[in-house]
């Protein structure tokens, strides 16, 4: 199945057209090819896809009860606080596509991949999104969005290109399932993003549990131990003078055991 390609410049999207350069008929191309054979002369065409845009979606795999369900285990978690399970309330949840750019590069002989967001956002982990290899489809206008909304780009894709090792391969623009959350605790509002396709909990500023425990038993600890030390000191010389003066006395009473009784005279 043949699908749209698209170049962005300057935060506009542009259709590319691939011709067949023998007849002018417009070439298929599917994703990952290099090779498109016109189905109208039998011209085989290379396709250079370091500069197109291929677009793909990745599709939810985490439900919104899930991903509620994953926000209350976070919050019963060790680094939160201990009343957070029971007071923590979810106040909006959005589920979205949020867009993403995904480079494909040769570096050093070897093949990597970088993401970059394609949309100005401060949503925490936008930054450092991590796309599944295997799981994007096409994303063409027949494609369903399953109630989410579909974020658009607003960010060049020549912003990065230039900060980029290697030499490309190509490139895409992928919508990826994220759900926004905010919650409050503690009368303050908190922002969170959990991975729509692997359930990962992004977050920036989150409440934490208090330290004040944790210190307390420390500087219990401490006293212990100073305690332990000094009593060591104390009573290890005593031990070590009863010890002695156990010798000298079993000595003594030895002494007094085995000592024969004076002779008298016949």
Not at 20 to 39: E, F, I, N, R, Y
Not at 94 to 119: L, M, Q, W
Not at 209 to 230: C, E, K, P, Q
Not at 246 to 261: R, S, T
């Amino acid at each position: 199945m043949a699908f749209n390609i698209y170049t962005i410049s300057a935060n506009i999207i542009h259709m590319v057209n691939f011709t067949c350069p023998k007849c002018g008929a417009p070439l298929p191309v599917k994703p990952g090819t290099q090779l498109s054979v016109c189905s109208y002369c039998g011209t085989p065409s290379y396709i250079d896809r370091r500069e197109a845009i291929f677009f793909y979606i990745l599709p939810f795999s985490i439900t919104e009860d899930a991903s509620r369900a994953i926000f209350k285990r976070w919050t019963a978690g060790p680094a939160c606080p201990k009343d957070m399970e029971a007071t923590a309330e979810i106040t909006a949840i959005k589920k979205e596509y949020f867009p993403v750019f995904r480079f494909r590069r040769t570096v050093d002989g070897k093949e990597k991949i970088a993401a970059r967001p394609a949309r100005g956002t401060l949503l925490p982990g936008m930054h450092s999104i991590e796309i599944p290899p295997g799981d994007m489809v096409i994303f063409d206008s027949s494609t369903k969005a399953g109630g989410a909304e579909v974020l658009h780009p607003d960010i060049a894709i020549d912003s990065y290109v230039g900060d980029l090792e290697g030499t490309p391969i190509d490139q895409s623009l992928v919508y990826f399932p994220i759900y926004e959350l905010k919650y409050r605790y503690g009368g303050t509002e908190y922002a969170m993003v959990i991975d729509g396709s692997s359930g990962r909990i992004s977050v920036t500023n989150s409440p934490k549990r208090s330290s004040v425990s944790y210190v307390a038993v420390m500087a219990l600890a401490f006293v212990l131990g100073f305690i332990g030390t000094l009593l060591g000191f104390i009573i290890t010389p005593i031990f070590f003078v009863l010890v002695i003066a156990g010798i000298f006395a079993g000595k003594i009473l030895a002494h007094k055991v085995v000592k024969k009784p004076d002779g008298g005279s016949s």
